[in-house]
């Protein structure tokens, strides 16, 4: 199936302002709404904080609505975290906003807020309508920042920072530095229709995009959002990217793994619908005794977890990787062992093939030179497409029929 892209939308003509009318007594009868999650990433431990920085932070909306509300944590510090200023605004270029587009975000109705150590909290809804596919600016003060910070280190994604408060400026003028993480942000949520949702794609490197193009928004769950905005056959259309470059299922090392992380990085989210699970390449090629089915027992516990929760849950088989300096056919038998489960077992609501759409036809070991970056592991852009186009969209809605 061929992507099909949006057309963009003028930058100007998104966080307007909600005006203050009156509220008609019909509207008392309106759908219902809800939050749902349109941008995220997984939240990691990123080394000290730095006291009086500011960070400007770039990102991409998924499901666009309005009332957005950002989510920041402090989810790995040793102490409380204040922000003394948060914005919200719309890039023009670089580290520039839209004129008239950047505005303060309250918590509790104040403009700063103190996070503890290890929780997360949610800014008040900002008024106004966000597209889909806007690239939203979320800026930020911490004025005493110490201690381990948290973030998300390999965004694929150029944002800045600066000394000092400058997070209300429009002006790219205080923002000489360029960062390639994301600081204290894991997610974005808008309010729109009830009827709305958003799948969570957990992962490790592939899905956190390593090899994409930078700055560009190539990574195989930015395709799935292009797509998903295009289709009329589901009504998801929010999607967080939750992937960890070197991240396990079983095991903590890069990142938490994804047993240790699933309620955080993926079920706290509003408004998810389906958890589309491609992990289990580090298990394996690793080495350290992990067996197929280890592996499978760690599947089947997020796919109970998910389910308890009340979503959907999409595996997908582990892409092969011959030629990468870690592959053996010991390990090759494991990642065939479990690929079978993924595809026979019937425990997932749905499948994704995505072994078969990487693979070489000629040696069904390796990735296809055309899809490989050139470390037989970690798909070009190419691939990176191919993936998300390998994707059942309808099968997102499944969490729907199951429960009908």
């Known amino acids: 199936m061929t992507a099909r892209f949006a057309r963009a939308v003028r930058p100007a003509a998104v966080l307007l302002l909600a005006a203050a009318v009156q509220v008609p007594a019909a509207a008392e009868a309106a759908p219902a709404r809800h939050d749902v999650v349109t941008w995220g990433a997984a939240a990691d431990r990123m080394g000290e904080g730095t006291a009086d ?11 666009g609505g309005d009332g957005l509300r950002v989510r920041l944590s402090n989810a790995f510090g040793d102490r409380p975290v204040t922000f003394g200023s948060v914005h919200a605004g719309v890039r023009l270029t670089g580290a520039e906003l839209v004129p008239g587009s950047n505005r303060p975000l309250t918590f509790g109705g104040a403009r700063s807020v103190t996070v503890p150590a290890g929780a997360t909290v949610r800014s008040d809804p900002l008024p106004g309508k966000v597209p889909a596919g806007t690239d939203l600016v979320v800026s930020l003060h911490t004025p005493d920042a110490a201690g381990p910070a948290t973030g998300h280190g390999m965004a694929m994604q150029t944002s800045y920072a600066a000394r000092g408060d ?16 994301w600081f204290y942000l894991d997610a974005v949520t808008v309010r729109t229709s009830a009827t709305t949702g958003a799948v969570v794609a957990l992962g490790d490197s592939i899905t956190d995009g390593w090899q994409s193009s930078t700055d560009l928004n190539r990574r195989w769950p930015d395709y799935l959002a292009r797509r998903l905005r295009a289709a009329d056959g589901t009504s998801v259309k929010g999607v967080a990217n939750e992937g960890i470059s070197g991240n396990k299922v079983l095991a903590d090392g890069a990142g938490q793994s994804a ?9 706290s989210h509003p408004g998810v619908r389906t958890v589309f699970l491609f992990e289990g390449v580090n298990d394996i090629k690793a080495h350290t005794g992990v067996t197929a089915g280890d592996l499978i027992a760690g599947y089947r516990q997020i796919v109970d977890r998910a389910h308890k929760a009340g979503k959907c849950v999409v595996g997908a088989t582990v892409g092969p990787f011959k030629g990468w300096s870690e592959w053996d056919p010991a390990a090759e038998a494991v990642r065939q062992e479990v690929n079978a489960f993924v595809r026979d077992s019937g425990e997932f609501d749905a499948v994704a093939d995505f072994d078969r759409i990487l693979r070489s036809p000629y040696d069904q070991e390796r990735i296809l030179p055309f899809f490989d970056n050139g470390d037989h592991l970690h798909p070009n852009d190419k691939g990176m497409q191919a993936l998300a186009d390998a994707v059942d969209v309808e099968a997102l809605d499944c969490v729907a029929r199951r429960l009908e």
């Open 259 to 267: 047993l240790n992380r699933l309620e955080r990085d993926v079920l």
């Open 166 to 181: 400058h997070a209300a400026e429009e002006s790219a003028a205080a923002w000489t530095d360029t960062i390639g993480s």
């Open 53 to 63: 920085r500011s960070y400007r932070l770039v990102v991409r909306t998924s499901a």
